[in-house]
C-alpha cells in the first residue's frame, strides 16, 4: 500500500508539472492590489483560459523585470511562462503566471489605449433618455482605469477592452445625495456600465451595449476647452 501511495503522488506530482508550462496572449495591465498580495500586473486575455476547471478571462502575473513590464503596459503581448498559486488572506488561493518571457504582439497597440484620455457624455439611457441637468459621464483614463459623474456621484474603476468588447468594474462612487429621480438614473447607468459587453465608436460618437437594456448607451465626445 505504501509503494502504491508513493506511486500516486509521484504521479499525481507529474500530471501537476506538466499543467505548469503556459503561453497566452492578451493585453497588459497594472492589477488592482489588495494590500500587498497583488504582483501589480495582470493580462487581460484574448480568450478565456481554462485552469484546474476554472474559466478565467484575465490572469495576475509576474517577473523580475517589471521595468520591462512597464514599457509593455496597455500593449497586447504573448506571455510564456510557468503556472504557479500564491496564497493571500483577502485574495485566497489564486494562480499567477511566472513570467519566463514576455513580448509586444507586432502592429497591435492596445485597444483601450485607442480610448485613453477620452471623455465622454451620456445621451441617451438605453433609450430612456436622460435627465436635464443631471449629466452622467465618462472617461478612459490610463492603465485600464475609467471614471465619471454617475449623475450625482463621482465613481472609478477598471475597463478592459478587447476589439470591440469591454468589461467595466467593479465601480466605486462616492455617496452624496440627490433627488429621487437623479439618484434612480445613476443606479441605472452605473448598473448598465458594470453589465457592458460591447462598444462601437463613429468619430465622436459612442456607443455601449450593456445586457441592462435592449437599445445601447448613447455617449457624445466631450471638447476639452481650450
Not at 151 to 179: Q, Y
Amino acid at each position: 500500500m505504501r509503494k502504491l501511495a508513493v506511486a500516486l503522488a509521484v504521479f499525481s506530482l507529474a500530471v501537476f508539472a506538466q499543467d505548469q508550462s503556459l503561453t497566452v496572449t492578451g493585453t497588459l495591465h497594472r492589477a488592482m492590489a489588495i494590500g500587498a498580495e497583488s504582483t501589480g500586473w495582470s493580462i487581460q486575455l484574448d480568450s478565456p483560459v481554462s485552469i484546474h476547471g476554472k474559466q478565467l478571462e484575465s490572469i495576475e502575473v509576474s517577473a523580475k523585470d517589471n521595468a520591462r513590464l512597464e514599457q509593455l503596459k496597455e500593449q497586447r503581448v504573448r506571455a510564456t511562462g510557468t503556472l504557479s498559486h500564491r496564497q493571500g488572506v483577502e485574495t485566497g488561493s489564486r494562480p499567477v503566471l511566472e513570467l519566463a518571457s514576455i513580448r509586444r504582439l507586432k502592429g497591435s497597440q492596445s485597444d483601450s489605449a485607442k480610448l485613453t484620455g477620452t471623455e465622454w457624455v451620456l445621451e441617451d439611457l438605453g433609450g430612456n433618455g436622460v435627465i436635464d441637468n443631471a449629466q452622467a459621464t465618462l472617461s478612459f483614463l490610463e492603465n485600464g482605469r475609467v471614471s465619471g459623474r454617475g449623475s450625482c456621484n463621482r465613481f472609478s474603476g477598471t475597463a478592459h477592452i478587447t476589439g470591440d468588447t469591454i468589461k467595466i468594474g467593479p465601480l466605486i462612487s462616492t455617496r452624496m445625495a440627490c433627488a429621487e429621480a437623479v439618484m434612480n438614473q445613476e443606479a441605472e447607468y452605473l448598473k448598465a456600465l458594470e453589465s457592458a459587453e460591447r462598444l462601437e465608436r463613429n468619430g465622436s460618437s459612442l456607443l455601449i451595449y450593456s445586457k441592462e437594456f435592449e437599445k445601447p448607451l448613447r455617449f457624445t465626445e466631450e471638447t476639452p476647452e481650450h
